[in-house]
């Protein structure tokens, strides 16, 4: 384990705190369109099971819109609210990740009406390839829309960022990491939106697992929310274009270890801390305090589970939130750090030695970060470890 005793020095700014009322709240016209098009996989399932049955696929509308009418933002956030959001979350899941399933039992069902919708849509996805290029964002959707809203104000998620950040210059990359992944990392999904009004002017490209852009509807709200594909080429692609870049370092590994209330970081690789130095771009190190207690973890078939991780990168975390996957209602505070200058020699051609010492001072940096502010967030008798892909090569 990593635990380096202090922090580089950095210059530190005040902070500037973004809460969930910073973003408007839906439109009629966006409220009709995410409906149709959170309904959509489950409304085609429902209409190829039941021959075309309008009832059936009125009910389906009807289930995903319900809980925009139980509950509008700036209402009580009593047991309507939390039921609300409950539902809205556990079927947007379902249909993104049962995906797959439910459109092959579709076409089974409904071939001659659902492969060539299908066929339409793999073709698109071939042609178009904006995971690759970069992205497709939807500012509006991820701002407003219904479910992003309901659920910041559920975790009362917050974005905090110095001046430094908000006063550099938009044209200027960062590369900003975010720890630690947790079970599901919504937070990543649901503050892109305060992103947005936060630093209008700065794109900022999240790096994301390719097979997410395999699965239908996953893709979208992936693109929607700036994602890009996590491929090397990719991401000095669009650091090259100027664009800043977001990532998960922990990834399915720290997925599967996330224990519950255990403050914990495992870097994957240390590849980011290399392409930051490679295209000169400052790191931004930020901590998710919160996140290690949304769900309730389990170590249940860990051993088969770690094996299919690491065989085939599926990652199947086992764990429980308030109403199915809805996590427990805990404070979420996203804190940024101060933009963490490396350098080499040779400009664009870092040393393995300068890697290894821009690690230890990213690790440091980060560990300042959260020792800075856990106690201001009511973690001041927790201890950060940060394990890195050298010390589990030793075990």
Sequence with gaps: ????????????????????????????????????????????????LTNGSLFAGLLVVGVVALP????????NEGFAFQFALGLYWNLVNAACF????????????????????????????????????DGRAWASFAMREWGFQAFRHF?????????????????EPLFFAVHPHGVASDFRLLMDGMLHKAMPSREILVLAASVLFKLPLVRELCLWSRCIDASRPVAE??????????????????????????????????????LALQANTPLVPCYVFGCVDLYKTYSFLYGPREWLRKKFRICIPIFSGSIGVLPRRVPVQVVFGEPL???????????DEEVADGVNKYVAALKGLFDEYKAQYGYGDRELTIEL????KKK
Excluded at 20 to 38: N, R, Y
Excluded at 341 to 351: D, H
């Design 237 to 274: 692609r669009a650091l090259r274009r100027g664009h800043s870049l977001m990532v998960l370092p922990g990834g399915e590994l720290e997925q599967i270890r996330t224990t519950f209330q255990k403050e914990e970081v495992c870097l994957t690789s240390v590849g980011f801390v290399k």
């Design 155 to 171: 975790i009362h998620l917050q974005v905090v960022l110095p001046e430094a950040i908000l006063q550099k210059p938009a044209d």
């Design 389 to 392: 892909p050298s010390a589990r």
């Design 68 to 75: 925009r009418i139980l509950w509008q933002p700036g209402g």
């Design 1 to 48: 384990m990593a635990t380096p005793a202090a922090s580089p020095s950095v210059k530190k700014s005040a902070p500037t705190t973004f809460g969930p009322d910073c973003c408007e709240g839906p439109t009629v016209l966006m409220q009709i369109l995410a409906v149709l098009l959170i309904s959509a996989v489950p409304l085609i399932f429902t209409l190829a």
């Design 98 to 133: 049962g995906s797959v399933f439910l459109l092959g039992a579709a076409c089974y069902f409904a071939p001659r009406t659902v492969l060539p919708l299908m066929a339409v849509y793999v073709l698109w996805m071939q042609v178009t390839h904006f995971e690759l290029k």
């Design 341 to 351: 200058t490396l350098q080499c020699a040779v400009p664009g051609k870092p040393s």
